[in-house]
T-cell receptor, first 115, second 116 residues
């Protein structure tokens, strides 16, 4: 079975400052990794995912995450945040090549961007 | 943008009432899911379906039930609501392979249920 640990429940950061949201996972098999974002009063939407290939993946709005197999981590970073990035961010893992394995989510990290 | 819809968005009901949370998707996805999320907590899978007439219980035990009579529709029912059922319920769907084959899961906006 897989599990996900998001080390920070809340991260306040000033606008235009860099941010890192930490995610560690546990699994005995190979995995796919995902970051989902939930803006206020909305459902979750996919931000980015790692399937294979380059360990650095990017989203269209400037976020990036790096898969580190040795540290079992998939931290999310952005060099300069905007007010509009204020949201809840969820890291998730699924067992690779298993069509019948649902996603396992972390508890989420609430990012608050301060003007 | 995902085409998955949940109604009602917000509901306050009394203890003992029967409630059905509706979920519909227009993407033709075979796999559908119900997650339960308490504020500040992780999402817990309570039900899932791999297609019509297929339903399974998830990791978190739930007193709710689901049905999948049509591909696009996956309603969740509580026969007798209790205050412990107060939570946010998120419906989701994915393409045939699901997250285990790297597919994206698409979420509805959620249904906030309060039982008083």
């Amino acid at each position: 079975a897989q599990s996900v640990t998001q080390l920070d429940s809340q991260v306040p950061v000033f606008e235009e400052a860099p941010v890192e949201l930490r995610c560690n996972y546990s699994s005995s098999v190979s995995v796919y990794l995902f970051w989902y974002v939930q803006y206020p009063n909305q459902g979750l939407q996919l931000l980015l995912k790692y399937l294979s290939g380059s360990t650095l993946v990017e989203s269209i709005n400037g976020f990036e995450a790096e898969f580190n197999k040795s540290q079992t981590s998939f931290h999310l970073r952005k060099p300069s945040v905007h007010i509009s990035d204020t949201a809840e961010y969820f890291c998730a893992v699924s067992e690779r090549n298993s069509g019948n394995t649902p996603l396992v989510f972390g508890k989420g990290t609430r990012l608050s961007v301060i003007a | 943008e995902a085409d998955i819809y949940q109604t009602p968005r917000y509901l306050v009901i009394g203890t003992g009432k029967k409630i059905t949370l509706e979920c519909s998707q227009t993407m033709g996805h075979d796999k559908m899911y119900w997650y339960q999320q308490d504020p500040g907590m992780e999402l817990h899978l309570i039900h899932y379906s791999y297609g019509v007439n297929s339903t399974e219980k998830g990791d978190l035990s739930s007193e709710s039930t689901v049905s999948r009579i049509r591909t696009e529709h996956f309603p969740l029912t509580l026969e007798s609501a209790r205050p412990s059922h107060t939570s946010q319920y998120l419906c989701a769907s994915s393409e045939g392979g699901g997250a285990g084959l790297g597919n994206t899961i698409y979420f509805g906006e959620g249904s906030w249920l309060t039982v008083v």
